[in-house]
């Protein structure tokens, strides 16, 4: 299959079961919204280090936000849900308490499993902590120097899904960058989908383990690496010079079919070779995503015949 | 089984009546003579339903009632479920002890609306008498949790022993408003009278259009109370108010109290700017 003149190669890109929490971040406006949530993101590319995989998911007008002010949506991964719990604890109360003017509410109401960070938070009010109900829902007051950070109690969990992917081989780093950032302007718009890596490409996929480093939980992906071609069981075909991998965490496989459509067809450019995913032959995970199968109804005509 | 229950009163009342056997929820599993045949009291005689009301529909825990029922108290007593609206006036204790489901009355209401409410949404398009939200006589006690969103003013002791809820008024409330409250909130749009919020544990009055805060309170700061703002947009949003960006985004002046108790309390006075 081709689009737009790039090999899409017949595999699939392969996802596991995480827990995810969807945290609206608000304050006086969209600049200190945005400050909170960029830390509350921050060093959250994988959870083999970072112990939990965070990004904003978008921008929130005033019109979407409980208190009408601007903000930001950010989805946080982890892989069970008490580690949710405590990254949602450590990184609120370290990054949105911490932040002048900002508030912070659940994005996921409907969730009947819930975690309550708020209500672990609130001591550090040291006892002049006080909640008020509105709706359906408690929010507690936690007196601060520059008057008072409203958090709300308790957080939904949904059930997410974990390292969606796919693999832009380029010609040379330029092209395969620009087809990159193609991919992730692309896939900005779609609701219920992150891209946890800086500006949401990751240049050093790994694979499991290592071939010489038995405490290594993922070492390089080699056979991706274009530097050691004629050392290893290189996997790139003689005219790529260069491989980005755009990795998805999403909330439910459709949001991440989605997005893997919209980044694969956007990264479909001049310079591009082939777009591949990574798996491991189902062993990894439950979610499977075929890429000839995603992008069904983009396939160039030529490659149809 | 109905869309709806329909009581259209068949001529103005020149007596008042118990009609607390008005009870949505009670109305979903009765079809339209066992709900003519329901108990009603003017004074020791009772009477039924029937005697003063037509009644269309039944199996239905949607209510509608028509006419002017200003002397009919007790309406909606403990409804936990379904949906109750009243075209018109209603007497006291609408609602009281209403624990779920919606009540609407499009006019105004007697004394003692929403007493010891636990949950639900009851909403009046005009005015309370006293006592709206407060506790039973003689409780510990007054509402404790659900929303009362009342368009108009209020009487005396509005939301009185206040342990958890909402209170809205977007007009006046008369004196000893917020009296006792042990937590929840309070909101006034317009005027409260003397002695707001004696004896408050840790609720708070907010008020908009003006009030004389105790000696029994002190000032702390002035500031963007964000539960405030997030209460006042929660309030539009979801009953269709038309607040002013002034209220929901204004600094309000905080004072700590009521000295004569815990004092954890607080009044807010919104700072017209």
């Not at chain 1, 990574?278 to 109804?297: A, E, Q, T, V």
Request: net charge neutral; proline share 4%; charged share 25%.
């Amino acid at each position: 299959m081709y689009v737009n003149g790039v090999f899409i190669d017949d595999t699939f890109a392969e996802a596991f079961p995480m827990r995810a929490a969807r945290i609206v971040v608000t304050a006086v406006n969209a600049r200190w919204a945005r400050e909170a949530a960029l830390k509350l993101t921050g060093f959250a590319t994988s959870v083999i280090a970072c112990k939990c995989e965070a990004a904003i998911e978008r921008e929130l007008e005033p019109r979407e936000t409980p208190d009408a002010r601007p903000g930001m949506s950010v989805l946080l991964f982890a892989m069970d849900t008490e580690g949710l719990g405590k990254r949602l604890v450590e990184r609120i109360g370290q990054t949105v308490l911490t932040c002048p003017t900002t508030s912070c509410f659940d994005g996921l109401p409907e969730a009947e499993k819930r975690l309550t960070p708020g209500r672990s938070l609130r001591i550090f009010g040291d006892g002049f902590q006080g909640s008020k109900v509105v709706g359906r829902d408690r929010f507690w007051r936690v007196p601060v120097m520059d008057g008072e950070c409203l958090l709300q109690e308790s957080f939904g969990v949904a059930k997410g899904i974990g390292g969606g992917n796919f693999i832009i081989l380029g010609a040379d780093a330029r092209s395969t960058l620009a087809a990159a950032e193609a991919s992730v302007a692309a896939i900005a718009s779609i609701e219920g989908v992150i891209l946890p890596f800086p500006g949401g490409i990751a240049r050093s996929g790994s694979k499991v383990g290592s071939r010489r480093y038995k405490s290594l939980a993922a070492s390089t992906n080699d056979a991706y690496c274009p530097t050691l071609r004629p050392l290893t069981a290189s996997s790139l075909p003689d005219d790529v010079d260069s491989v980005l991998e755009i990795v998805l965490d999403g909330l439910d496989e459709a949001s991440i079919r989605r997005a893997m459509r919209a980044g694969i067809v956007a990264a479909c450019l001049p310079g591009i070779r082939a777009i591949t995913a990574g798996n491991y032959g189902g062993k990894l995970g439950p979610h499977h995503f075929p890429l000839r199968s995603i992008l069904d109804g983009h396939a160039d005509a030529r490659a149809l015949a | 089984m109905s869309d709806r229950v329909t009581l259209t009163l068949r001529a103005p009342l020149d007596e008042s009546i118990e009609a607390d056997s008005i009870v949505p929820g009670a109305f979903a599993s009765l079809g339209d003579a066992e709900i003519g045949a329901l108990p009603v009291w003017a004074g020791r005689a009772r009477r039924v339903l029937a005697d003063y009301f037509d009644v269309r529909g039944g199996r239905s825990a949607t209510v509608r009632i028509v006419g002017d029922v200003r002397r009919a108290h007790g309406i909606g007593t403990g409804m936990a479920a379904g949906d109750l609206v009243v075209d018109g006036d209603a007497g006291a204790r609408l609602a009281a002890g209403m624990s779920g489901g919606r009540a609407d009355v499009l006019g105004s209401t007697g004394d003692e609306a929403g007493m010891a409410m636990s949950g639900g949404s009851l909403r009046i398009r005009r005015d309370a008498g006293d006592r709206v939200g407060a506790g039973l006589a003689g409780a510990s006690r007054g509402m404790t949790g659900g929303e009362i969103v009342i368009g108009g003013s209020v009487g005396a002791h509005a939301g009185a022993r206040m342990r958890r809820g909402l209170l809205f008024v977007g007009g006046d409330a008369g004196e000893l408003a917020a009296r006792a409250i042990i937590a929840g909130t309070v909101i006034v749009i317009g005027r409260v009278g003397p002695v707001p919020a004696f004896a408050n544990k840790r609720g708070s009055l907010v008020v908009a259009g003006g009030v004389e805060v105790p000696a029994t309170y002190r000032h702390a700061c002035d500031y963007e109370p964000p539960h405030v703002r997030l209460a006042l947009t929660y309030l539009a949003r979801r009953y269709e108010l038309s607040l002013g960006a002034g209220l929901v985004e204004g600094r309000y002046r905080r004072y700590c109290g009521d000295a004569g108790t815990v004092g954890r309390g607080e009044i807010l006075e919104w700072i017209r700017e």
